[in-house]
């Protein structure tokens, strides 16, 4: 059964940078891997997604575009969101989740998805 661990989720000021880490327990090829954020009193939102056999190929939610990054490291089989410019509608649990096989398109629907992580908050001040 897959694991997903997610860190470095912390508190920071209005304008600051953070990245999340996910550590998979399987391989991350051959497989979609995503993040995810529910704001409180809010729904689940997809926040971007990657193809872990081809890593170019990313989406991202309007909201986040230019200001976050996602990337993957086989190596380590960790998955990361390079967070830039936040803004406290950023506030919000995340989620990384993780889709085995094929991915013929990365998706931000959390319903493609597998398996999940519990999550790694982050708080942006004001």
């Known amino acids: 059964q897959e694991h997903l661990v997610e860190s470095g989720g912390d508190s920071v000021q209005a304008g600051g940078s953070l990245r999340l880490s996910c550590s998979a327990s399987e391989s991350t090829y051959r497989s979609c891997m995503g993040w995810f954020r529910q704001a409180p009193g809010k729904s689940r939102e997809g926040v971007a997604a990657i193809d872990g056999e081809e890593a170019h190929r990313t989406r991202y939610a309007d909201s986040v575009k230019g200001r976050f990054t996602i990337t993957l490291d086989h190596a380590k089989k960790t998955l990361y969101l390079q967070m830039n410019n936040l803004t406290p509608e950023d506030t919000a649990l995340y989620y990384c989740?993780?889709?085995?096989?094929?991915?013929?398109?990365?998706?931000?629907?959390?319903?493609?998805?597998?398996?999940w992580g519990l999550g790694t908050l982050v708080t942006v001040a004001s």
């Open positions: 989740a993780k889709k085995r096989g094929i991915c013929w398109l990365p998706s931000l629907s959390g319903s493609d998805y597998d398996s």
